[in-house]
């Protein structure tokens, strides 16, 4: 299990506002075109990776999940609640990541801080994703 924290201290909000700027870069519109229906084991599959960086995997409750298709890259965004290390709810977070056949669904933001959250948002709205 991957520490979120360190994931963000090893330049994962670099790598989010990196992607902002290539959709910018890129032109994207925020249109839905793009709009995929993920199966019942794509949805297993981003749940399940999801719940590896929570503190209380078996707390976790989803909320909306979306994804869009752009080539064979799947964005997909969504939102948990789960438990901290105190027992908590956190209230809902959102998350983003990648679904690839080859790679599977990889974790790329999840919750974090108010400009963290923002840069979810953005990313996923410039791909086609209103939350």
């Known amino acids: 299990m991957q520490d979120i ?18 959709a910018v870069i890129s032109g994207s519109s925020g249109v839905d075109e793009g709009s995929y229906q993920l199966g019942f084991f794509e949805k297993r599959t981003v749940k399940s990776e999801v719940r590896e960086r929570l503190k209380d995997p078996s707390s976790a409750e ?9 080539g064979h890259i799947i964005t997909v965004c969504g939102f948990v609640n789960a438990k901290n290390s105190y027992g908590a709810y956190t209230g809902r977070k959102p998350f983003y990541g990648m679904l690839t056949q080859s790679r599977g669904f990889s974790v790329i933001a999840l919750g974090g801080s108010e400009g963290e959250v923002t840069a979810t948002f953005t ?3 410039r791909r086609g994703i209103k939350l």
């Open 123 to 125: 990313i996923c709205e």
């Open 62 to 70: 989803f909320g909306t999940i979306k994804a869009a298709q752009d």
């Open 5 to 22: 924290g360190a994931f963000y201290a090893m330049g994962g909000v670099a790598a989010v506002l990196g992607a902002i700027g290539v």
